[in-house]
């Protein structure tokens, strides 16, 4: 009996062990991976003149991507494997920027908040970006200039859940064109 229970106990052990050993393989499976995604987003069937395309997966545990559109509509991304929501966006190009993000400028045409003295610098310090992000082993901020003119399209297209534009990426390459209608 006493040996029978040392059989039981090393068969329980070999099993634990290799659920352990075979419990990362089921996290990845046998999907997974990314697929690049390219195209042009046309609006009333000419091509879309800048603004950014969001791919938003519909596993949370994947991150959202965008990407930059040019003056003719055209994209590219690398996307997560698997279903995705897409939104198309050009707002930004609505009006010119006015500054650094938080600061909207005086009806003056001051970039600056009312009340700051105009020798009182707005923006971080010089570097003060490049110093952060090397000493948190960041990548380096490279922000995407967005190009093209605004076109008004219709607000739905902004939202993932009411755009009606989704998508099934797979691995490797992929096309996919985005024709938004009024």
């Known amino acids: 009996m006493i040996e029978s229970v040392s059989v039981r106990s090393r068969v329980a052990l070999v099993g634990q062990l290799a659920l352990l050993l075979l419990l990362p393989l089921a996290g990845t499976g046998c999907g997974g991976g990314t697929g690049t995604v390219s195209g042009q987003v046309l609006f009333q069937g000419k091509p879309l003149p800048g603004g950014t395309v969001m791919f938003r997966p519909l596993d949370t545990s994947q991150n959202p991507v965008s990407a930059v559109l ?85 607000e739905k297209y902004y939202d993932p859940d009411t755009s009606g534009l989704s998508l099934k990426v797979t691995r490797g390459s992929q096309p996919f064109n985005i024709e938004l209608v009024k």
Not at 98 to 107: D, E
Request: no cysteine; net charge positive.
């Open 70 to 154: 040019d003056q003719d509509g055209k994209y590219e991304a690398i996307v997560p494997a698997g279903e995705v929501k897409i939104t198309v966006d050009n707002r930004s190009l609505k009006s010119p920027p006015r500054g650094p993000v938080g600061v909207s400028g005086n009806p003056e045409g001051d970039q600056r908040p009312a009340g700051v003295p105009k020798n009182v610098p707005v923006a971080p310090p010089k570097g003060a970006m490049g110093e952060a992000t090397r000493e948190n082993n960041a990548p380096p901020i490279t922000p995407q200039t967005q190009v093209g003119k605004y076109v008004p399209i219709p």
